[in-house]
Protein backbone atom coordinates (compact mmCIF):
# COMPACT_ATOMS: atom_id res chain seq x y z
CA UNK A 1 0.00 0.00 0.00
CA UNK A 2 0.95 3.43 -0.88
CA UNK A 3 0.86 6.33 1.09
CA UNK A 4 1.29 10.08 -0.03
CA UNK A 5 4.49 12.13 -0.07
CA UNK A 6 5.61 15.16 0.95
CA UNK A 7 6.95 17.21 -1.34
CA UNK A 8 10.32 18.20 -1.09
CA UNK A 9 10.54 21.04 -3.67
CA UNK A 10 12.15 24.52 -2.71
CA UNK A 11 10.39 27.41 -2.98
CA UNK A 12 11.41 29.59 -5.63
CA UNK A 13 11.10 33.45 -6.11
CA UNK A 14 8.77 32.84 -8.94
CA UNK A 15 6.79 30.94 -7.09
CA UNK A 16 6.22 33.63 -4.25
CA UNK A 17 2.52 34.55 -3.61
CA UNK A 18 1.80 37.59 -5.12
CA UNK A 19 1.24 40.66 -3.35
CA UNK A 20 -2.42 41.59 -2.48
CA UNK A 21 -3.19 44.85 -4.40
CA UNK A 22 -5.78 46.12 -2.81
CA UNK A 23 -8.71 45.73 -4.98
CA UNK A 24 -11.70 43.96 -4.23
CA UNK A 25 -12.79 40.67 -6.98
CA UNK A 26 -16.12 40.82 -7.33
CA UNK A 27 -16.33 36.85 -7.93
CA UNK A 28 -19.59 35.57 -6.22
CA UNK A 29 -21.29 38.47 -6.50
CA UNK A 30 -24.03 39.73 -8.95
CA UNK A 31 -21.81 42.36 -10.18
CA UNK A 32 -19.78 39.76 -11.99
CA UNK A 33 -22.94 37.88 -13.69
CA UNK A 34 -23.71 38.30 -17.22
CA UNK A 35 -27.36 39.49 -16.23
CA UNK A 36 -25.79 42.47 -14.39
CA UNK A 37 -23.41 43.61 -17.16
CA UNK A 38 -26.48 43.63 -19.20
CA UNK A 39 -29.08 45.21 -17.11
CA UNK A 40 -26.25 48.15 -16.69
CA UNK A 41 -24.92 48.83 -20.12
CA UNK A 42 -29.07 49.20 -20.96
CA UNK A 43 -29.39 51.43 -18.10
CA UNK A 44 -26.02 53.39 -18.59
CA UNK A 45 -27.25 53.62 -22.48
CA UNK A 46 -30.71 55.24 -21.41
CA UNK A 47 -29.83 57.40 -18.64
CA UNK A 48 -26.17 58.65 -19.79
CA UNK A 49 -25.66 61.54 -17.54
CA UNK A 50 -24.81 61.83 -13.75
CA UNK A 51 -27.23 61.79 -11.38
CA UNK A 52 -25.28 64.17 -8.94
CA UNK A 53 -26.47 67.70 -8.60
CA UNK A 54 -24.57 69.73 -10.36
CA UNK A 55 -22.37 67.49 -12.05
CA UNK A 56 -23.46 66.46 -15.80
CA UNK A 57 -20.56 64.06 -16.91
CA UNK A 58 -21.86 61.60 -19.57
CA UNK A 59 -21.37 57.94 -18.05
CA UNK A 60 -21.58 55.87 -21.13
CA UNK A 61 -19.75 52.77 -21.73
CA UNK A 62 -16.46 52.69 -19.09
CA UNK A 63 -16.89 56.36 -17.67
CA UNK A 64 -19.48 55.51 -15.53
CA UNK A 65 -21.45 53.04 -13.01
CA UNK A 66 -24.81 52.17 -12.53
CA UNK A 67 -25.54 52.66 -8.85
CA UNK A 68 -28.27 51.00 -6.48
CA UNK A 69 -29.17 53.76 -4.43
CA UNK A 70 -29.86 51.50 -2.07
CA UNK A 71 -26.98 49.48 -1.36
CA UNK A 72 -27.46 45.71 -2.01
CA UNK A 73 -25.33 44.93 1.32
CA UNK A 74 -28.23 46.99 3.63
CA UNK A 75 -30.75 45.01 1.25
CA UNK A 76 -31.53 47.46 -1.41
CA UNK A 77 -33.46 45.92 -4.48
CA UNK A 78 -30.97 43.83 -6.87
CA UNK A 79 -32.33 43.91 -9.91
CA UNK A 80 -35.65 46.74 -9.57
CA UNK A 81 -34.81 49.73 -11.80
CA UNK A 82 -36.50 51.75 -9.35
CA UNK A 83 -32.87 51.40 -7.27
CA UNK A 84 -31.17 52.51 -10.20
CA UNK A 85 -29.08 55.51 -11.00
CA UNK A 86 -26.03 56.95 -13.32
CA UNK A 87 -23.37 58.05 -11.67
CA UNK A 88 -19.57 58.65 -13.03
CA UNK A 89 -16.72 57.06 -10.80
CA UNK A 90 -15.71 60.41 -8.96
CA UNK A 91 -20.04 60.99 -7.84
CA UNK A 92 -19.78 57.17 -7.33
CA UNK A 93 -16.76 56.86 -4.69
CA UNK A 94 -18.27 60.12 -2.94
CA UNK A 95 -21.65 58.51 -2.38
CA UNK A 96 -19.75 55.15 -1.33
CA UNK A 97 -17.86 56.86 1.17
CA UNK A 98 -20.99 58.68 2.60
CA UNK A 99 -23.17 55.51 2.94
CA UNK A 100 -19.83 53.89 5.04
CA UNK A 101 -20.17 56.84 7.42
CA UNK A 102 -24.02 57.34 7.90
CA UNK A 103 -25.55 54.06 6.44
CA UNK A 104 -28.30 54.77 4.20
CA UNK A 105 -28.79 58.24 2.70
CA UNK A 106 -32.54 58.42 1.25
CA UNK A 107 -35.95 57.69 2.78
CA UNK A 108 -37.15 53.38 2.01
CA UNK A 109 -39.98 51.37 1.03
CA UNK A 110 -40.03 47.90 0.91
CA UNK A 111 -41.06 46.07 -1.84
CA UNK A 112 -43.45 43.16 -2.01
CA UNK A 113 -39.72 41.19 -1.92
CA UNK A 114 -38.57 42.47 1.02
CA UNK A 115 -35.98 44.35 -0.42
CA UNK A 116 -35.39 48.37 -0.27
CA UNK A 117 -36.20 50.78 -3.29
CA UNK A 118 -35.42 54.52 -2.28
CA UNK A 119 -38.72 56.69 -1.59
CA UNK A 120 -39.45 59.33 -4.42
CA UNK A 121 -41.48 62.39 -4.26
CA UNK A 122 -44.43 63.69 -6.91
CA UNK A 123 -41.71 64.96 -9.27
CA UNK A 124 -39.78 61.89 -9.04
CA UNK A 125 -36.99 63.53 -6.53
CA UNK A 126 -35.19 60.98 -4.07
CA UNK A 127 -36.20 61.91 -0.29
CA UNK A 128 -32.79 62.30 1.60
CA UNK A 129 -32.76 60.58 5.09
CA UNK A 130 -33.07 62.65 7.87
CA UNK A 131 -29.69 61.25 9.68
Not at 11 to 23: I, S, Y
Not at 103 to 116: F, H, N, Q, S, W
Request: charged letters at 30%; hydrophobic letters at 25%; one cysteine or more.
Amino acid sequence: MRTARKSNKRVRPWHKPKAKTGFKSNKGTIYATNRWHTISRNWRNNNPVCNTEGCNTICLNKQGVTDHIIPIRLNGARYDKRNFQSLCHSCHNAKSRREQAYGILYETIETDKERLIPKRDSDGNLIKSNR
